[in-house]
């Protein structure tokens, strides 16, 4: 995550989330599914810091029956 003042972006904090990569590469190989739509939710604490609340892939399949 970056914080811009002005032209100049600073990092406030890195967080991984390794499963979602996991996800979208099996979402990838298979027919019919859309790319992974990625939502990730932050909170900032009393002290300040950022958080990771939740990390979420939805993946999207089309079928004929």
């Known amino acids: 995550m970056y914080s811009e003042d002005g032209d100049v972006k600073t990092k ?9 990569d996991r996800v979208a590469q099996t979402a990838a190989l298979q027919n019919g599914t859309s790319q992974p739509k990625v939502q ?16 979420e ?8 029956v």
Not at 57 to 63: D, N, P, Q, V
Request: glycine share 4%.
């Open 12 to 20: 406030v904090a890195t967080f991984k989330v390794s499963e979602i």
């Open 40 to 55: 990730l939710s932050f909170e900032l604490t009393r002290s300040g810091l950022i958080q990771l609340n939740k990390a």
């Open 57 to 64: 892939a939805k993946i999207e399949e089309t079928y004929t």
